[in-house]
């Protein structure tokens, strides 16, 4: 297969624009045999802004969370396999096969985005904590009408994930990161796309000064087209390294490299494959 190839497959999300993958072989890693899980809800009222406001500043403090109110009552003992299956949003009971089932339907949040008919989603990074008044205008967005069937979910970083590099694989999105943000708005066949597509929008303008910038990073399984769409027909780097750069950072122009040698008439694509360099095509004569 090659060393770069195979870098290049593993980058979530990107492995159509190479080829066809048949199988993996993966390697088992440990995991503990028991973990705790739990889920509180608090409302404003509760003073939710300044519980998630202080949850941002958690790895950076290295301090508790009493602000939380977490009790023993709340915590659950669960072996890591029904973590995973309480968190995809399925019933205690329901059979742990279903996680293998793409077409289960879930509680969860995002199981919901996936089969409530339709959903458009967009992503950032975020790497300083978003102060508490910003979170009034997050607030004034979700009560409009089109924000009432949407969420917005805060995945922390830290850990395993900031000591590796971020060219070790070409998912990049590492070290110093304190979160990943993923918004999503749903809606049925009987409601107007538009209008919750702009919801969105609106909402994701409202975060700019809020998370990365230069670029304003997302992730490619989280699939946004409005950062950028391939051409119809062949596409160039040149278009396509504003999007590139934000969901691979420097490791585009390597992903760009591995493509141009294995695909250089790019037959692997899609919306948002990666494109081979156009000079090879001129090279030799196409």
């Given at each position: 297969m090659g060393e770069d190839l195979f870098w290049a497959i593993q980058g979530g999300g990107i492995g159509a624009s190479f080829g066809v993958i048949v199988a993996w072989k993966v390697r088992l890693v440990i995991v503990p045999s028991t973990v705790t899980g739990f889920r509180v809800s608090r409302s404003l009222e509760q003073n939710a802004t300044k519980i998630v406001h202080k949850w941002q500043l958690l790895p950076l403090m290295q301090e508790s969370f009493p602000e939380l109110g977490l009790t023993k009552e709340d915590c659950i003992e669960m072996s890591w396999i029904e973590s995973a299956?309480?968190?995809?949003?399925?019933?205690?009971?329901?059979?742990?096969?279903?996680?293998?089932?793409?077409?289960?339907?879930?509680?969860?949040?995002?199981?919901?985005?996936?089969?409530?008919g339709f959903f458009k989603s967009k992503s950032d990074y975020a790497k300083q904590p978003i102060p508490e008044n910003a979170f009034k205008g997050i607030y004034d967005n979700f009560n409009e009408e089109d924000g009432e069937p949407a969420f917005m979910l805060l995945v922390p970083y830290g850990g395993k994930m900031s000591e590796i590099s971020e060219s070790e694989t070409p998912y990049p999105h590492r070290a110093g990161n304190i979160y990943q943000i993923l918004y999503t708005v749903?809606?049925?066949?009987?409601?107007?796309?538009?209008?919750?597509?702009?919801?969105?929008?609106?909402?994701?303008?409202?975060?700019?000064?809020?998370?990365?910038?230069?670029?304003?990073?997302?992730?490619?399984?989280?699939?946004?087209?409005?950062?950028?769409?391939?051409?119809?027909?062949?596409?160039?780097?040149?278009?396509?390294?504003?999007?590139?750069?934000?969901?691979?950072?420097?490791?585009?122009?390597?992903?760009?490299?591995?493509?141009?040698?294995v695909d250089p008439y790019d037959f692997f694509k899609n919306e948002q494959s990666i494109p081979p360099l156009t000079s090879w095509r001129k090279k030799n004569g196409d």
């Open positions: 299956h309480d968190l995809a949003g399925f019933n205690k009971g329901d059979p742990l096969d279903l996680l293998l089932d793409r077409n289960s339907r879930t509680n969860g949040v995002a199981g919901d985005a996936a089969t409530n749903t809606w049925g066949e009987d409601e107007t796309s538009q209008s919750h597509i702009d919801w969105i929008r609106r909402l994701y303008s409202h975060m700019t000064p809020y998370v990365s910038e230069n670029p304003r990073e997302a992730y490619i399984n989280y699939r946004d087209l409005d950062i950028g769409t391939n051409n119809q027909g062949h596409t160039s780097i040149e278009q396509d390294s504003n999007r590139g750069n934000k969901y691979f950072k420097n490791n585009f122009k390597r992903l760009v490299h591995v493509k141009t040698m």
